[in-house]
T-cell receptor
Framework: GAVVSQHPSRVICKSGTSVKIECRSLDFQATTMFWYRQFPKQSLMLMAT?????????EQGVEKDKFLINHASLTLSTLTVTSAHPEDSSFYIC??????????FGSGTRLTVV | QKEVEQNSGPLSVPEGAIASLNCTYS??????FFWYRQYSGKSPELIMS????GDKEDGRFTAQLNKASQYVSLLIRDSQPSDSATYLC???????????FGKGTKLTVNP
């Protein structure tokens, strides 16, 4: 079946540094990927839609200069959290857009900013 | 504002019982409906997808969709302790591939 590989699974970084999260579609091409954030005991909130070869589309309230998204190929999308602060600590999850296989989620990245 | 509403629970059922999870949505243009299971600290896992009115069965799981009432449900028969998790209802935004998630219902199946 369709697999989206996401890494790292966990990362701890110091406040003010940047962190890059990668999502790769392993056996299919994903022209569109979605990036979500999930705070404890809350649901998934869509942050942005990543489109291969073009600029990402951000949801209202999400700072595009803070959450940099790059989708340079049909199998790789990256999310960079720039100048991370403790309030950015969250569970970040990517998802590939539906095709015949439907939506496929990555395994998630637990980011802790200290 | 597209909304997906779920009873947050917690819902507690004994092992072997039927667990019933409900979800309503606001966007009449939605065409795709999903139920995901999420264990603590893990990514969501697709349980069922449903696209047309009526029932869809897969093993112990049955999804029901009523577009006129903007209502989708999930029944879990013969509930097992391993079914204990948070169940997320997700609906696509009409005319879009974006998914809107409900806040989830936490289910506990007691041995």
């Amino acid at each position: 079946g369709a697999v989206v590989s996401q890494h790292p699974s966990r990362v701890i970084c110091k406040s003010g540094t940047s962190v890059k999260i990668e999502c790769r579609s392993l056996d299919f091409q994903a022209t569109t990927m979605f990036w979500y954030r999930q705070f404890p005991k809350q649901s998934l909130m869509l942050m942005a839609t990543s489109n291969e070869g073009s600029k990402a589309t951000y949801e209202q309230g999400v700072e595009k200069d803070k959450f940099l998204i790059n989708h340079a190929s049909l199998t790789l999308s990256t999310l960079t959290v720039t100048s991370a602060h403790p309030e950015d600590s969250s569970f970040y999850i990517c998802s590939a857009a539906p095709g015949a296989r439907g939506y496929t989620f990555g395994s998630g990245t637990r980011l802790t900013v200290v | 504002q597209k909304e997906v509403e779920q009873n947050s629970g917690p819902l507690s059922v004994p092992e072997g019982a039927i667990a019933s999870l409900n979800c309503t949505y606001s966007d009449r243009g939605s065409q795709s409906f999903f139920w995901y299971r999420q264990y603590s600290g893990k990514s969501p896992e697709l349980i069922m997808s449903i696209y047309s009115n009526g029932d869809k069965e897969d093993g112990r799981f049955t999804a029901q969709l009523n577009k006129a009432s903007q209502y989708v449900s999930l029944l879990i028969r013969d509930s097992q302790p391993s079914d204990s998790a948070t169940y997320l209802c997700a609906v696509n935004e009409g005319g879009s591939e974006k998914l809107v998630f409900g806040k989830g219902t936490k289910l506990t199946v007691n041995p």
